[in-house]
């Protein structure tokens, strides 16, 4: 008879697999689990980002987009000596900033008091002002703020109002404006915002806010001196999320305002004058002014005493 060769036992069950999973180390294990985000991070932001940072690098050319195979700082230098000429990039860079500025002041000050009625609302009220958060991302975001269009023109139902009340005698031009990108810009990032807030505010205990009234704290008073304090970490990731996002917004300030921002102004050299290197290398640059902000924004949180384990 002729010998039979047996062949490795392959696991196919859910216990087998569970068996097999719960030998390894709780590194291992971590390291298993974290694999898809770990994959989809590399695929869809590290290796496009390495891609842009060698573009960046790249020698500019009038017959190809960009040189294959070469190595410059010219699209940098162009750059930089653009922004301190205070040229076309210098405006559209202090555009971005003092968008994302203004959005995040306005936002953070709504989510605040929003996220504090959440918290103290119970039962129908509650679940109403939760699903009034999450029912705008439940639409495109182009579709929504395309809304403001008809609502906050000269001849929109805004102005109407206003001028049927007497409150203005002559139409207010809301957009194409500063204003106008505002307003949508908060209106897209005002959910992230609440959330990000109240999920810090529902670990709270409401009793130490009872505890400073019976020391004769007023109401402002316990709410600044308490609540805030401790809803610092939402209040940060809220604010972070705000500026990082209005910085670089592009529906807004393409449907609702005359200026552009550097997101619209790249699409520019890209698609119209097909200056990649160019492009990328103001990418780059503005995302490392974004980070230079997320870390002032950081020492403001450690300043304050705000603990990150709670966002």
Not at 88 to 117: D, H, N, P, Q, R
Not at 148 to 162: A, E, Q, R, Y
């Amino acid at each position: 008879m002729s010998e039979t060769t047996s062949l490795p036992q392959i696991p196919t069950s859910l216990a087998s697999l569970r068996e097999s999973f719960a030998g390894q180390s709780s590194s291992t294990r971590a390291l298993l689990l974290m694999a898809p985000l770990i994959a989809f991070e590399l695929l869809v932001f590290v290796i496009p980002f390495l891609i842009l940072l060698r573009i960046s690098f790249a020698e500019p050319s009038s017959d190809l987009i960009y040189e294959p195979g070469s190595w410059s700082v010219e699209a940098y230098a162009a750059v930089v000596d653009n922004i301190l000429a205070f040229e076309l990039l210098w405006s559209v860079v202090s555009y971005s900033f003092l968008l994302g500025v203004a959005v995040t002041a306005v936002t953070v000050v709504l989510a605040l008091f929003y996220a504090y009625a959440i918290w103290r609302a119970t039962g129908l009220v509650k679940t109403l002002l939760l699903f009034s958060v999450v029912l705008p991302l439940l639409t495109t975001l182009v579709i929504r703020t395309y809304a403001f269009t008809p609502l906050l023109s000269p001849s929109g139902t805004v102005n109407d109002i206003l001028l049927s009340t007497g409150l203005l005698s002559e139409s207010v031009q809301f957009v194409p404006s500063m204003a106008g990108a505002v307003i949508g810009q908060v209106y897209i990032v005002l959910p992230y915002a609440v959330l990000a807030i109240y999920s810090v505010l529902a670990t709270m205990d409401w009793h130490v806010v009872e505890a400073a009234r019976d020391l004769g704290a007023s109401r402002p008073r316990s709410v600044a001196e308490v609540v805030v304090p401790q809803a610092m970490p939402g209040i940060i990731v809220a604010a972070v999320i705000s500026f990082a996002w209005s910085v670089g917004a592009y529906a807004a300030p393409g449907l609702l305002s005359e200026n552009i921002t550097f997101a619209l102004h790249v699409e520019e050299l890209l698609l119209g004058d097909l200056r990649y290197p160019t492009a990328a290398a103001l990418s780059v640059i503005m995302l490392l002014l974004m980070l230079v902000s997320v870390s002032i924004m950081f020492a403001v949180l450690n300043r304050f005493g705000g603990d990150f384990d709670l966002a």
